[in-house]
């Protein structure tokens, strides 16, 4: 009896240890990093409007102005979408690399193109008299095998600053002018 009880235990302490050493550090699922609230002020802009149609006009109007090709444009949601890819590859990148791999008899693989995307909503404000925009860029980078090699937000205040600027001037063409 005393064995089947020490064999018991010694079973039930091999579990223990078995399952502890198989744990890992709890990861956050999503990868989300942490909130910013100067972040989520810079790529928000108010307009002094109700009119949301003509808000998402102007930014689509820009996107088109500045190369991006719209990929989601849902007017009903206040959604858009919009992507361009960037060539990073130069001549001086590209004998580079050439002369590496030839030296090294190995193929380099290095930065070639980047993907900048834009996701927009436009909804109305909290108190109903204003509309709200909110812009995110994204950038990711593929080397010349097409593997990922970085995957940000931008988070530059000037490039925010910049866009909404064009899309103020858009939305006061549209208004005045069309």
Same mark, same amino acid.
């Given at each position: 009896?005393?064995?089947?009880?020490?064999?018991?235990?010694?079973?039930?302490?091999?579990?223990?240890?078995?399952?502890?050493?198989?744990?890992?550090?709890?990861?956050?699922?999503?990868? =989300?990093?942490? $909130?910013? +609230? &100067?972040?989520?002020?810079?790529? !928000?802009?108010? %307009?002094? #409007?109700?009119?949301?149609?003509?808000?998402?006009?102007?930014?689509?109007?820009?996107?088109?102005?500045?190369?991006?090709?719209?990929?989601?444009?849902?007017?009903? =949601?206040?959604? $858009?979408? +919009? &992507?361009?890819?960037?060539?990073? !590859?130069?001549? %001086?990148? #590209?004998?580079?690399?050439?002369?590496?791999?030839?030296?090294?008899?190995?193929?380099?693989?290095?930065?070639?193109?980047?993907?900048?995307?834009?996701?927009?909503?436009?909804?109305?404000?909290?108190?109903?008299?204003?509309?709200?925009?909110?812009?995110? %860029?994204?950038?990711?980078?593929?080397?010349?095998?097409?593997?990922?090699?970085?995957?940000?937000?931008?988070?530059?205040?000037?490039?925010?600053?910049?866009?909404?600027?064009?899309?103020?001037?858009?939305?006061?063409?549209?208004?005045?002018?069309?």
């Amino acid at each position: 009896m005393y064995i089947k009880h020490a064999f018991f235990v010694l079973l039930m302490a091999l579990m223990v240890l078995f399952c502890s050493a198989c744990a890992t550090k709890k990861q956050d699922v999503l990868g =989300l990093p942490p $909130v910013d +609230a &100067s972040n989520h002020y810079r790529q !928000t802009h108010v %307009f002094n #409007t109700t009119d949301r149609a003509r808000v998402l006009s102007a930014a689509v109007t820009t996107l088109q102005e500045l190369g991006y090709n719209i990929t989601v444009a849902e007017s009903q =949601l206040g959604l $858009v979408t +919009a &992507s361009k890819t960037i060539n990073n !590859t130069n001549a %001086f990148d #590209t004998a580079l690399a050439t002369l590496g791999a030839t030296l090294r008899e190995e193929t380099t693989a290095r930065k070639q193109t980047q993907e900048i995307t834009i996701s927009i909503v436009v909804l109305p404000s909290q108190t109903g008299e204003n509309t709200r925009i909110r812009t995110a %860029f994204q950038r990711t980078t593929r080397d010349t095998q097409g593997t990922i090699t970085k995957n940000e937000t931008l988070t530059d205040p000037e490039l925010y600053r910049s866009f909404y600027q064009r899309v103020s001037k858009s939305h006061f063409l549209q208004a005045h002018y069309l």
